[in-house]
């Protein structure tokens, strides 16, 4: 068999991912385990032939097992998960892995004491802190701190993003955040591991060394691209790396490590040849196999010896073993073994983008390039300068070429986008990033700490570079169609492409069966064109209303067979996390949708508009509806000005407007009164726009922040109209809401209410809540059943909750 290793990793692969997603009791799968290693050590005395297939099986049970290992609870009763909740803790930790982000500091911290009732208890876990204060840290700094320890958590929505299970994978099982300079101290300092703590510190020397002598972003950059402190360089910047498909090369990765160790092999064998009476007495390619060696593991540490930085470490060493014991042809099984080896150590990779991305890149350059370069026709009659540079280019075109078509199908998975501009920016961007910036960055490394005035030479130009690849970057994004927005796509359709991709190449190859591959390649090429025109979730005279899991905000997504709108976009005060880049726009593009036919703006409270900013810049949008508040209200300005920038009609709404969709769904707005009435309603959230949405015979009702009082004149002026099957509740089920009249009048099904359960704010208030329950109204929320969603034919309702249809 020519790729031995391929089934063990299949098989490997399909138990982590069995492990992920169903619980088997662990004593099973040792006992399986045992059997399996039992039937194994008999087939390799009685029957070769199930060697592999025992073989396999272990490797299937290894990952399931290990998978459920790292995703069980925590069974001391005096690990840090079991501290999670409202009371605030002193506790103590080390610093084990230090981030920087935008603003502020991310620590990771070991604990080993927390303090309750004035008393030291021992302690452990891992704890992931966010520090937004100026302070400075380093790794192995012992620290004392005050905080309320959360339970990770992640908004609950299909197609976005798992934050909780990303850190539990990790070892991280509470999180905590630090606003003020008093609540944290570093109480000893080199606690760290010994062997790290060298290591460590001279990553933070040439940390500082790079920001003091470069300018920002450029300094960003080049400390993405060495110490991989991706977290520096700026949203903006990053997105526009991401649009253009070059954002792999500002990452440390397999291909960093690649031209790190040909740099130092390169050189080795340079100076090796200047003394030619060493080449009697020495392999050339072993020695320099073994400094290239050497220097990747150096640069390991130095780097921070992250997940992503060993994954890529172990990769190149598997290579470099190959390439020691003459085994570096077989390099399909290379690959496999190197993927196999990082599995069994770290199974959750698995779900990791940078390890789909490496070896999906990996195993394409191997695959594909040679026969690419198979196609490179003669040039025997060249001059052989231009020979040599000419083969040179179709190289780097064929090896940029297969990378992106490997990555491609992962990229569009996760990120939804497509590049056109892809190629055109890899062959601009790379050799610049690639082999000019991380080359002279190893040179920063050793010089950095002997000459100040020539590695401040050294990164001046460095920087230089960097700004030249941002202008490159930042010209390719302003283009138009820069980026492609793409519906989610599935397993079927990674399918197609990879099979269009196979039979092309087959048909470059030539011979008798060319043109039936081509054929072939050009059905599938179609039949996959034709699958994107094909609406994912099809409506058929149906409505479709989720209330997004946002937190404590408000972000509803409603769908009819012609349209789509979104009704606020979730958000949070004071904070930079975006609600639409990181939930609405991922579940969008999950559910097949890459435009809007509106967005609602109830009211212009950050809870509300939070997310919609990176919506209406990203997705094509036709009309914005908004209440009187908004257009003169600092949290909306940029939202309108950017509507009125891409020309998109904003449209402001009073009680009395109604709008028929195409499907004969009416959506007619209750309330606030026309502007003769407005200003009597003084609350900004009783100004909420209240919206009615009629299909069929059900409806549902929507009334964004409103307290009591506006409640009272929504009965006084429209009782009739209050009757809706479907509530959301107002306010976020605050307790000046919801009052007993309103929802007798409501008397909806079924009611939802979308806040984040916070103790802090008392949202939902369990008052609130009792009183739904007293009159027998089945209440969702969404901190709990995740999104929730009605869908209705005109006549029935049904109701499905994301926590129940993907909950482990």
């Not at 999906?360 to 690419?372: E, F």
């Not at 940029?400 to 920016?425: C, D, K, M, N, Y």
């Not at 130009?461 to 490159?472: E, P, R, Y």
């Not at 034709?530 to 404590?552: A, M, R, W, Y």
Request: aromatic fraction near 12%; hydrophobic fraction near 45%.
């Amino acid at each position: 068999m020519k790729r031995p290793l391929l089934i063990p990793l299949m098989a490997c692969i399909a138990g982590i991912t069995g492990g992920a997603y169903f619980e088997i009791p662990i004593y099973i799968l040792l006992a399986l385990l045992a059997a399996s290693f039992f039937a194994l050590l008999l087939s390799f005395r009685y029957c070769k032939a199930f060697t592999l297939i025992f073989l396999s099986a272990i490797f299937f049970l290894l990952g399931i097992t290990h998978m459920e290992i790292i995703s069980a609870l925590p069974r001391d009763a005096h690990h840090v998960y079991y501290r999670t909740g409202d009371s605030l803790h002193s506790m103590e930790g080390v610093i084990t892995d230090i981030s920087y982000p935008g603003e502020g500091t991310n620590l990771t911290v070991s604990l080993y004491r927390i303090y309750e009732h004035g008393r030291a208890q021992s302690s452990h876990g891992r704890i992931y802190l966010s520090v937004r204060t100026n302070q400075t840290f380093f790794y192995g700094d012992v620290i004392r701190f005050k905080t309320r320890l959360k339970e990770p958590r992640s908004f609950k929505n299909p197609g976005v993003f798992d934050y909780a299970r990303y850190l539990r994978y990790r070892g991280i099982w509470a999180r905590g955040i630090i606003s003020q300079p008093s609540a944290i101290c570093v109480i000893r300092s080199g606690y760290g591991n010994p062997f790290l703590m060298p290591f460590m510190g001279y990553r933070e020397f040439l940390r500082r060394v790079i920001g003091e002598n470069a300018p920002y972003p450029a300094s960003a950059i080049i400390q993405a691209c060495v110490l991989g402190l991706q977290n520096s360089i700026p949203r903006e910047l990053m997105e526009k790396f991401n649009r253009t498909g070059t954002s792999h090369i500002i990452a440390i990765s397999g291909f960093n490590m690649a031209i790190l160790a040909g740099f130092v092999g390169l050189t080795m064998r340079w100076l090796i040849s200047l003394y030619p009476s060493l080449l009697l007495y020495t392999n050339l390619q072993l020695i320099s196999t073994i400094f290239a060696t050497l220097s990747v593991v150096f640069y390991t540490f130095i780097a921070g010896a992250g997940i992503s930085v060993i994954r890529a470490t172990i990769t190149i060493l598997v290579f470099m073993l190959a390439f020691i014991l003459g085994r570096i042809r077989d390099s399909e099984n290379t690959v496999c073994l190197a993927a196999l080896v990082i599995l069994l150590i770290s199974p959750y990779l698995l779900f990791d983008l940078a390890f789909q991305l490496s070896f999906s890149a990996v195993y394409a350059l191997i695959y594909m390039t040679p026969k690419l370069m198979a196609l490179l026709p003669s040039m025997a009659d060249y001059p052989p300068l231009l020979r040599k540079t000419l083969k040179t280019f179709y190289t780097f075109l064929a090896t940029t070429l297969s990378a992106a078509a490997g990555t491609l199908p992962i990229i569009v998975f996760h990120f939804h986008r497509l590049s056109p501009l892809i190629i055109i920016s890899n062959i601009l961007v790379v050799p610049i990033l690639g082999f000019l910036v991380v080359p002279l960055s190893m040179i920063i490394m050793i010089f950095a700490p002997l000459s100040s005035s020539f590695s401040h030479l050294i990164i001046t130009i460095t920087a230089k570079l960097a700004d030249l690849s941002v202008l490159i970057v930042g010209f390719f994004a302003s283009l138009p169609y820069s980026t492609l927005l793409l519906p989610g796509i599935n397993f079927w359709q990674i399918g197609l492409y990879l099979g269009t991709l196979y039979f092309c190449l087959m048909a470059l190859r030539g011979g008798t069966r060319a043109v039936g591959y081509f054929i072939l390649s050009i059905f599938l090429f179609f039949s996959l064109t034709l699958s994107f025109c094909i609406p994912l979730h099809s409506l058929e005279n149906k409505l479709e209303l989720t209330c997004l899991d946002v937190g404590q905000g408000q972000a509803i997504y409603v769908r009819t067979s012609k349209e789509t709108m979104l009704i606020d976009g979730g958000g949070f005060y004071n904070s930079d996390f975006d609600v639409g880049r990181n939930i609405i726009a991922p579940f969008l593009l999950h559910k097949g949708v890459t435009r809007l036919s509106r967005i609602v703006l109830t009211h212009p409270h950050p809870d509300h508009v939070g997310g919609l900013l990176y919506i209406i810049k990203n997705f094509p949008v036709e009309e914005i509806w908004v209440n009187e508040d908004a257009k003169n209200n600092e949290n909306s300005a940029e939202l309108l000005t950017e509507a009125y920038t891409r020309k998109i009609p904003v449209r402001v709404i009073y009680a009395g407007f109604v709008h028929n969709t195409v499907e004969a769904t009416k959506i007619e707005a209750l309330h606030p009164p026309k502007k003769g009435e407005f200003l009597r309603v003084l609350d900004e959230n009783d100004r909420s726009l209240v919206l009615k949405l009629t299909h069929g015979k059900i409806s549902f009702l929507l009334p964004a922040d409103i307290s009591e009082r506006a409640e009272g004149l929504l009965l006084l002026r429209d009782r009739k109209k209050l009757k809706s099957d479907v509530l959301l509740v107002p306010h976020h089920g605050s307790r000046h809401s919801s009052s007993p009249p309103f929802l007798e009048a409501v008397k909806p099904h079924f009611a939802c209410v979308s806040a984040a359960g916070s103790s802090h704010l008392m949202l939902p208030n369990p008052k609130t809540i009792e009183r739904y329950r007293d009159m027998a109204i089945p209440l969702f929320q969404t901190e709990k059943h995740g999104a929730v969603t009605f869908l209705s034919d005109g006549s029935s309702l049904v109701v499905k909750t994301f926590v129940v249809a993907s909950e482990r």
